[in-house]
Every structure is written in structure tokens, then in C-alpha cells.
């Protein structure tokens, strides 16, 4: 059984996740920005279908990427040096969660409701919640979202309706939080759990002890005020 959050009920510890379904902790709650921002620096991120009540996880393992360790394909790399694009951050934010939404080949439907939109979109109102954006021709054809605490970033989802798009977003991304993380503090980027894409990209697991050793020190550095991208990212040799 899993508690059943009301009102103000704080999380359980994250220990008492159910091994099967791997994570599942509580369910209940509101999506307000309070409780969204308590859950990720507990490291616990909402996660239901339509129509089902608010679900919280914690799973373990966890799915990380550390920025240096983003796998940077030749063909990437190729992509990144023509610059025929354009990555912009924060400057549709609704935009890319509905493009992410979008039904995809692979699925008939998706997790990201307008509960879910109203409520990210709201944190992204607060400073919290950005949208990493890649664009051609004046054309949004890629991207992704997630929320940003300290040195930590919370992937949420991405989309790419042109070849490499995500990726580029996700190269420029890693790359920047490289550039600001301190010199006490290596950034993390939580892919909540395991797929076979994000491994492909350098993403691994690790246990969610280590995990939340490593949350703890970095959502209590200080934030990054700064949501502008350097333009020198990927300026010759990548």
C-alpha cells in the first residue's frame, strides 16, 4: 500500500517505494508549484496517465547523465558545426510541452496532460521550469523541458520533428551545464528512468542512495540566474 497524500502531507521517505512497480510512492495531491518543488528536491517527480490521480516516483535505480559524459556522435558533431539551426531557451516554453505531448508513433497517447502542462507552466512563470529549443528557419522542429534547481536539471521530455533536433538541444544543453557547474558541484540531469535512447546518449544508472547524496548538494547550490546559452558552444572542433 501507498499513502494517500491531502493537503499539506509531506512525502513519505523515498526508501518506502514500492520495488514493483519500481518507484511508485505515494499518490494523491495537487500539482501546485509548492508541492512540484518539494517533490524534486526530495527526488520524487509526478508521473500518471490521464485521468488517473496524481502518481509520485522515486525509483532505484535512478537514470542520470552528467553532462562531460554525454556521448557526442560524429555525425552529431557534424550536424553541430554547420549551424544550420538555432537553440533558444525559454522562448516557448508551452509550445515545446505540447510538442512533446503530441502522440508519437510508438504510443497512443502521453502522460502530459493539461493538468501537467498548467502546472509546469507555472513553475516556468516562477523561474523554474525551461524549455531548451532548437530552430530552423524560423521553425520550432525540436526540443526538450525540465526544471532546474540549483546545479540540478530534471529532465522531463523531449521531441524532435527533424533529424537530431532533440539532440542538438540536449549537446547544447550538457554543454552549458559543463561551463557553469562550480568547481565543489559536477551538474546532473535526472532522466528519471532507464531507456535504451538515453543510454545511447551517455545516460546511465545509478543507485538511488547515491543519487540522492549527490541531489542534496547540488539543489543547494546556488541557482543559475542566467538562462541565456553562450554562442560559442560548439565553435570549431567539436
Request: charged share 20%; net charge neutral.
Amino acid at each position: 500500500m501507498i499513502p494517500w497524500l491531502t493537503g499539506n502531507m509531506p512525502f513519505p521517505p523515498v526508501t518506502q517505494a514500492l520495488q514493483e512497480p519500481n518507484g511508485l510512492l505515494a499518490a494523491g495531491g495537487e500539482l501546485t508549484s509548492a508541492r512540484l518543488l518539494e517533490a524534486y528536491r526530495c527526488g520524487i517527480f509526478p508521473w500518471f496517465s490521464p485521468g488517473e490521480p496524481v502518481l509520485w516516483w522515486s525509483p532505484d535505480p535512478r537514470m542520470v547523465l552528467f553532462p562531460a559524459e554525454f556521448k557526442l556522435s560524429g555525425s552529431l558533431a557534424k550536424v553541430l558545426r554547420k549551424r544550420n539551426y538555432q537553440v533558444r531557451t525559454d522562448t516557448a516554453f508551452e509550445q515545446v510541452m505540447r510538442a512533446c505531448a503530441a502522440p508519437r508513433d510508438e504510443q497512443r497517447g502521453s502522460w502530459i496532460d493539461e493538468r501537467m502542462i498548467t502546472a509546469y507552466c507555472a513553475l516556468h512563470e516562477l523561474g523554474y521550469a525551461h524549455s531548451v529549443e532548437t530552430w530552423m528557419d524560423d521553425k520550432l522542429v525540436g526540443g526538450l523541458y525540465g526544471v532546474a534547481i540549483g546545479q540540478m536539471f530534471y529532465g522531463e521530455s523531449m521531441f524532435s520533428l527533424a533529424n537530431n533536433a532533440s539532440k542538438i538541444a540536449l549537446a547544447h544543453l550538457t554543454r552549458q551545464l559543463q561551463r557553469r557547474q562550480s568547481a565543489r558541484a559536477i551538474s546532473m540531469i535526472d532522466c528519471q528512468m532507464y531507456t535504451s535512447h538515453l543510454a545511447s546518449l551517455g545516460a546511465r544508472l545509478i543507485p538511488r542512495d547515491i543519487f540522492m547524496t549527490r541531489l542534496e548538494e547540488l539543489v543547494n547550490c546556488a541557482p543559475v540566474a542566467n538562462w541565456q546559452f553562450d554562442g560559442d558552444l560548439f565553435s570549431g572542433k567539436s
